[in-house]
């Protein structure tokens, strides 16, 4: 799908176009679900990405023109997602929780082996829940989201930089405390 | 364990949330729940209505510019409920609620000058005597916010609720209809005055209030601050906002100097 497609759609939907809209919808809902969800969980993820998606619709005309839509739906999402979390609630606990699922091996795991393995992803899981959230929005566009750092900059309203420092800060300190467990295992 | 391996394992782990946010998510298509939303509550002719809005408010300050100044009493019976200046909605009347509390200022992170004129085409005072900021800030939501910080020094007076900034120039990008929202309180008015070639408010008299909009516009939020005196003006595809407790002459001769 052309970026052109989707500048013609915008425009078309800032002129009120609902049926343009819809198939901007179509196109972002993806991305939309999975921003929300590792706000507010899976289980209220459709409906803040909807929430999202209506409010976006009259917010168009702050869109500019010729500026990536992505980031810009990503980061109404974000911010109807949070305010609609009304807990503290962790991201690394949106999906499931430590412990479920052992990390993928290329051969077959001893029983020794799954055990470190769900030691250390449990580690790393915790870890990333004692990570400040400025840390740990970041490790989501950028990991979870697949977002580039040009748009994690842009859904977070901070500077490429700033985006930088703070993904290599938390991985230092999800790898510093992973090789701390590990070494006291 | 190498560190070159913890960080893969890391990395590893934090990728495989991504496969199961995806697993986890049912497939479904929101653009018809979106569309009936959208119709029912009949959005669909609010951008319609924002056009037809702001041409109004565009020729409404039209007329008022033809006037070399036009005061605003305070808790007047108002003709128009706002004016709009750039990236700035002067409302004549209290905030919502009617709270009229000091709150926050927002600022985003603070940076240095070059990183802030990467981002957007910022303009620093060149006004005699003023110097360089004390300090340069930069808020990346709804096109980039840079802020001008000076602090004591320079013959600036103290001013109220501005977390010891003696003076603040703000500049915003984007297309601004209502990023920042003012609330005129009792004892302040709004007055238009000529910044240059550019048509500025200068709010004065009393305490206004002023409201961030969210990050993307979703409202006001609800938190604002009591500010003193205020200059706003757009130039260049800028709103600028310059706050600190000044006369008028040397605000518009700091807008003017912005180079």
């Given at each position: 799908m052309s970026t052109t497609d989707d500048l013609e759609l915008i425009e078309r939907a800032k002129r009120g176009n609902v049926e343009a809209y819809e198939e901007l919808v179509r196109r972002y809902q993806h991305d939309a679900r999975r921003t929300a969800a590792v706000i507010v969980g899976v289980s209220l993820a459709d409906d803040a990405a909807q929430e999202a998606f209506v409010r976006a619709f009259g917010f168009l005309h702050r869109f500019r023109s010729g500026s990536p839509f992505r980031p810009?739906?990503?980061?109404?999402?974000?911010?109807?997602?949070?305010?609609?979390?009304?807990?503290?609630?962790?991201?690394?606990?949106?999906?499931?929780?430590?412990?479920?699922?052992?990390?993928?091996?290329?051969h077959a795991p001893s029983a020794e082996d799954e055990a470190l393995a769900r030691r250390r992803e449990g580690t790393v899981r915790a870890a990333l829940d004692t990570l400040p959230i400025r840390y740990r929005d970041v490790v989501a566009c950028r990991y979870v989201l697949d977002l580039s750092e040009a748009e994690t900059a842009q859904v977070l309203g901070i500077a490429r930089g700033t985006v930088k420092s703070r993904l290599s800060r938390a991985l230092d300190r999800l790898e510093r405390q992973l090789d701390r467990e590990v070494h006291h295992a | 364990m190498p560190e070159s391996n913890s960080r893969l394992l890391v990395e590893s782990e934090l990728r495989a949330f991504s496969h199961e946010l995806d697993a986890a998510l049912e497939p479904l298509d929101l653009?018809?729940?979106?569309?009936?939303?959208?119709?029912?509550?009949?959005?669909?002719?609010?951008?319609?209505?924002?056009?037809?809005r702001r041409r109004l408010v565009a020729a409404l300050a039209a007329t008022l510019a033809v006037a070399a100044t036009l005061a605003i009493p305070p808790a007047r019976a108002a003709v128009t409920n706002f004016l709009e200046v750039g990236a700035v909605r002067v409302h004549e009347a209290p905030p919502p609620g009617g709270r009229a509390t000091a709150g926050p200022?927002?600022?985003?992170?603070?940076?240095?000058l070059d990183a802030a004129r990467a981002r957007m085409a910022a303009v620093v005072p060149a006004a005699r005597g003023l110097g360089s900021p004390d300090e340069v800030w930069f808020d990346g939501t709804a096109g980039g916010v840079t802020s001008l910080v000076y602090r004591a020094g320079r013959g600036l007076p103290a001013a109220k609720n501005t977390d010891g900034i003696r003076l603040l120039v703000q500049e915003f990008t984007g297309d601004g209809s209502g990023f920042l929202h003012k609330y005129l309180t009792n004892g302040s008015h709004a007055q238009q005055v000529a910044v240059g070639p550019?048509?500025?408010?200068?709010?004065?008299?009393?305490?206004?209030?002023?409201?961030?909009?969210?990050?993307?516009?979703?409202?006001?939020?609800?938190?604002?601050?009591?500010v003193g005196n205020a200059l706003i003006f757009q130039r260049e595809g800028l709103t600028i906002r310059i706050e600190g407790d000044l006369p008028l002459a040397r605000m518009v001769s700091i807008g003017a100097s912005l180079r």
């Open positions: 810009w739906l990503l980061a109404v999402v974000a911010n109807v997602a949070r305010n609609q979390s009304r807990s503290t609630r962790r991201w690394t606990r949106a999906v499931r929780a430590p412990g479920e699922r052992g990390i993928s091996a290329t | 653009s018809s729940a979106v569309t009936r939303r959208l119709e029912e509550s009949s959005a669909r002719i609010r951008p319609r209505e924002r056009v037809r200022l927002r600022l985003g992170e603070l940076t240095a550019y048509d500025s408010v200068f709010i004065t008299g009393g305490d206004h209030f002023l409201a961030y909009d969210a990050a993307t516009g979703e409202g006001v939020t609800a938190d604002g601050r009591l």
